[in-house]
């Protein structure tokens, strides 16, 4: 009896490995590994144009490389993403695989016309991940041009410009990592929208996408992370300048580490900063349930770098004098940022929340009217920086030069 | 009857059996008074085997003595000085004057300068101690026999463990002997408490198994089981403890070995007083011991011998061995064909690369490289020393290099293979490591098929099946599941001495509070599958006792003569 029972067991499993088959294995090389995509729209088709950056991976690691491009493009075009995706198939040979798809790039002209279907595409997608980078492609510039660039470092353009945002986030602080689920976030604040990564081609695009920009020092072509771009729901509303970008990351309290260069009055020369960590905390003051009064603290620890100027910086004096000047550069920089958003009408900045978390009550009121309260909302700074150190001397020896 | 291997050898014993039979009734079955009656028997039984040596004396100057001893199972040296020298320096006035049973007498009194003699009638013992290497003293007109201790012969002296090696600690191994065995062991531990019991096992063979345990720590429970068990064998030979483990382990249908062995006396010591018992057989120097839990198989003597938190990263090390080598091929394809999406994307991109142009899927891949590695290892196992350096060379190196360099598997494939196969050895235990081995088939072709899906049932029908087993009564996962905190410290882990001495891994820790259960779950066992038979078994041996057990073996060899 128990004999018959093994039988019937192994009977039945075998049955099950014919029948079923091998679920849905797919080998590896019957995969095209996508790094990147590039969301373009097309006028004359009114469609979508998808470009897909697969990494050729011989050419990357392996002894089988015949010296072509790391990465080559496919593109093809549909109603939908999905519609785009299965069109390709007839151009490449294996199955798109897009579950290591690093960075995902927005046309201009796409992110004008709203990206709300495009993302519930990406939000809904079992392979792709949400931690996918986000950028748009600057004004006048194209998805499929930015991901058909090639660099010499880090061959594989699309995680090279992943590791650009990261590097530049941590480096300059005029832009930070803004993924699938950031961007989505952004869209669901009231009266506000998502703040993208920029992204533009530095030099020729043409030459941006040939094997030759690999073979020369200078590099024809680049791809450079530029300014942020405002949202506002689901659509772009325009873009922010260097120093509207940096003030928006400070509010937002990301700020890491960046450069702050001081003129100090009476013609005494001028001091180079490096903020090294700032606290960005912001209060709401909801006396006047119509006048709002948002308040900004920033502490910044600062660094001295550079001094061009004979002050005694053994002096305590002169570090009171130092931060003062700091503070008001930090708050000409914030101030920037809070117009920016406000002439475009977008709370990027997220003082919405701030509302809402301070007294839920008073925002439930105002929320139908935000748009209009948003622009004319009183904002107030308060930046207490504190210089830490100056590195690896206190006073410059141009100081002892100029007593002699 | 419990069965035996092949149905060839199932007749034979029944058909002597028969021969047995007929001949227990022509023959009788005490010694007669007639000597040279006695020693044609011993001739005509033995086939006149050459090694039966039979040497006459004249005590009193007539031809009245004969010693019967076999050639290399008897100690020379005790024959000659203690035997035959104290035979015939007995007084020969003193005997002439007595009858033979005064004689026999005297002789056991005087005349043996032996530590070891008794006075035997069955014809049945007397033959089984010649052929166990004793010396038998017939005397004309007496109708008992002496039988004088002498039991000596060849064996392979102590040497270093070949399985079990460790770094530090001690360097003595079990042998063939199963004196020498008990010695090593009762070297280790003085004490009264150590308690031996011994038996004969094995129609033909008669093979000495004993049972050691240290009376007060092991549960009498657990050592009445083994008893009857051991009793209720029914086969013609036993020729190593592994005959044994078969027959009386729980359940027979699981890779899993339910019985730890060991070569290693310290370690079997070590076992002792954790109030497990122990099997030893003659003739091999592999020691049993029950009951048996899983951990046991990660545990080695040499844990004991360095620094606790050493020997705990050295445990969790083998643990991890054991992961990798039932489960690294199997994540590997599930990997590479079912979620290449939790690759790192540098690394797939480089597996991506290694797979252009290799021919098969990874699943056939997996299996060919495995079934490769595996008939490395038995051909270097069975290949005689001096080829076995080649065998490894070619195996390793060339077969290695060549299968990639000819693109028919990928490199990385190879290297998950042989870091199977590295784990693979890396256990302690050998049978581990083969149960091990077989398990990793069955989840490649799961993983082939299902991916993680069908990776993540098979482990819990592993896991279920493994807290299925018992080891005569001790769930084979304890102290795991079910949980003992108390019994944590020399699990898995190997705490300080100190801590140890509270609260080591008992056997009886567990029986002693429920020993009430004990009976239960054994039942539960037999009922469930596998055991049934074996139940039938040790219910038979139940009635009788030691002696019971004993008796008819010896029919046995009387008939088979």
Not at chain 1, 170 to 189: A, K, P, W, Y
Not at chain 2, 6 to 29: G, I, M
Not at chain 2, 58 to 67: E, F, H, S, T
Not at chain 2, 144 to 160: D, N
């Amino acid at each position: 009896m128990l004999k018959h029972r093994w039988f019937a067991f192994l009977v039945l499993g075998c049955c099950l490995a014919m029948m079923t088959g091998c679920w849905d294995a797919v080998e590896l090389n019957r995969r095209a590994i996508v790094s990147g995509i590039g969301i373009d729209w097309m006028e004359s088709k009114s469609q979508y144009l998808i470009s897909f950056q697969t990494v050729v991976a011989d050419e990357i690691s392996g002894k089988a490389g015949r010296g072509a491009t790391p990465t080559s493009v496919y593109q093809a075009s549909g109603k939908t993403v999905i519609e785009a995706m299965r069109n390709t198939s007839r151009k490449v040979p294996r199955i798109i695989s897009l579950a290591h798809t690093g960075l995902i790039v927005i046309s201009d002209d796409v992110a004008r016309n709203g990206i709300v279907d495009l993302f519930d595409y990406l939000d809904r997608d079992s392979d792709i991940r949400l931690t996918a980078e986000i950028l748009v492609a600057g004004k006048g510039q194209r998805a499929e041009e930015v991901v058909a660039v090639l660099t010499p470092i880090g061959k594989i353009t699309a995680f090279a410009l992943a590791q650009k945002i990261d590097l530049t986030s941590r480096q300059l602080s005029e832009n930070f990592r803004v993924e699938v689920d950031d961007v989505i976030r952004g869209m669901l604040t009231p009266g506000g929208g998502p703040i993208i990564n920029g992204v533009i081609i530095e030099g020729s695009k043409e030459g941006a996408a040939k094997k030759s920009n690999l073979e020369s020092a200078k590099s024809d072509g680049l791809a450079v992370i530029s300014n942020l771009a405002v949202f506002k729901g689901g659509k772009l509303k325009g873009w922010m300048t260097k120093e509207e970008s940096r003030g928006t990351v400070w509010i937002r309290d990301k700020m890491q580490k960046t450069p702050l260069h001081i003129k100090l009055e009476n013609g005494q020369g001028e001091v180079a900063f490096d903020v090294m960590r700032s606290k960005t905390r912001i209060e709401a003051e909801l006396q006047d349930p119509l006048q709002p009064i948002i308040r900004i603290f920033v502490e910044p620890n600062l660094s001295i770098r550079e001094v061009n100027s004979s002050i005694d910086l053994r002096d305590p004096h002169t570090m009171k004098i130092l931060e003062e000047a700091v503070n008001k550069e930090v708050v000409r920089i914030l101030k920037k940022a809070v117009e920016k958003s406000k002439r475009l009408d977008s709370d990027i900045l997220g003082f919405s929340h701030v509302i809402e978390r301070t007294k839920p009550a008073v925002w439930r009121e105002l929320k139908d009217r935000w748009d209009v309260i948003y622009p004319r909302i009183q904002v107030e700074y308060q930046v207490n920086s504190v210089v830490r150190n100056s590195q690896m001397r206190d006073r410059s020896f141009k100081h002892d030069i100029h007593i002699e | 009857m419990i069965g035996y291997r092949s149905r060839n050898r199932r007749k034979a014993p029944k058909k002597d059996s028969e021969e047995l039979e007929l001949s227990s009734k022509t023959r009788p079955s005490v010694i007669s008074g007639n000597m040279e009656e006695q020693l044609a028997r011993i001739r005509t039984e033995s086939g006149d085997s050459p090694d039966i040596v039979i040497r006459r004396l004249k005590l009193g100057g007539k031809d009245n003595c004969a010693i019967v001893y076999l050639n290399g199972l008897s100690d020379p040296q005790m024959v000659n000085h203690f035997v035959m020298e104290s035979l015939l320096h007995v007084n020969p006035d003193l005997l002439n004057k007595e009858d033979p049973e005064a004689m026999l007498k005297r002789i056991m009194e005087d005349g043996l300068a032996m530590g070891e003699s008794r006075a035997m009638t069955e014809w049945n013992d007397i033959m089984l101690a010649i052929l166990s290497g004793d010396t038998a003293i017939l005397i004309e007109g007496s109708e008992k026999a002496i039988v004088a201790g002498t039991q000596g012969g060849e064996w392979r002296s102590v040497t270093e463990p070949t399985s079990q090696l460790v770094v530090r600690g001690p360097k003595d191994s079990f042998v063939e002997s199963i004196a020498t065995n008990i010695s090593l062991i009762r070297r280790r531990m003085k004490s009264p408490d150590l308690w031996l019991e011994t038996m004969k096992i094995g129609s033909v063979t008669h093979t000495h198994v004993a049972i050691m345990y240290v009376k007060g720590k092991a549960d009498p429970e657990i050592v009445k089981e083994i008893k009857e068990r051991i009793h209720g064998i029914k086969i013609e030979g036993i020729l190593e403890s592994a005959y044994i483990e078969e027959f009386i382990q729980d359940k027979t249908v699981t890779p899993f070995p339910t019985i730890y062995n060991t070569e290693r006396p310290d370690d079997a010591a070590g076992k002792l007083l954790e109030g497990r018992i122990i099997v030893l057989v003659d003739g091999t120097p592999f020691v049993l011991v029950l009951p048996t839990v899983f951990v046991h198989f990660f545990q080695s003597p040499e844990d004991y011998a360095q620094r606790f938190d050493i020997a705990i990263v050295m445990r969790i090390v083998r643990y991890l061995c054991f992961i990798i080598l039932i489960l690294g091929p199997s994540v590997y394809i599930a990997l590479t064909t079912f979620h290449y999406e939790m690759v790192p994307t540098l690394l797939l991109i480089s597996l991506v690369a290694q797979r252009e142009g290799v021919p098969f899927p990874a699943f056939v891949e997996a299996m060919l490289m495995e079934i490769v590695f595996e008939i490395l290892r038995e051909a270097g196992v069975r290949m005689p020393r001096a080829i076995g350096q080649t065998v490894s060379v070619v195996g390793a190196l060339i077969l290695g290099q060549a299968v990639v360099e000819a693109g028919l598997i990928t490199p990385a494939m190879v290297i998950v293979v042989a870091l199977t196969g590295i784990a693979s050895f890396a256990i302690p235990a050998y049978n581990l490591s083969i149960a091990g081995r077989l398990i990793r088939f069955g989840f490649m072709v799961l993983s082939g098929m299902f991916g993680f899906y069908g990776l993540t049932l098979g482990l819990i029908v592993l896991v279920a099946h493994m807290n299925s087993l018992r080891s005569f009564g001790e769930p084979y996962l304890a102290p795991i599941s079910p949980f003992r905190y108390k019994s944590q410290k020399d699990a898995v882990l190997r705490m300080p001495f100190k801590t140890l001495q509270s609260a080591t891994l008992t056997a009886s820790a567990s029986g002693s509070g429920k020993q009430g259960n004990r009976s239960s779950t054994q039942q539960g066992i037999g009922a469930g599958s596998g055991t049934a038979e074996q139940n039938n078994g040790s219910e038979r041996g139940d009635g009788g006792s030691n002696q019971h057990a004993v008796a008819p073996s010896a029919e046995g060899n009387r008939n088979s003569g």
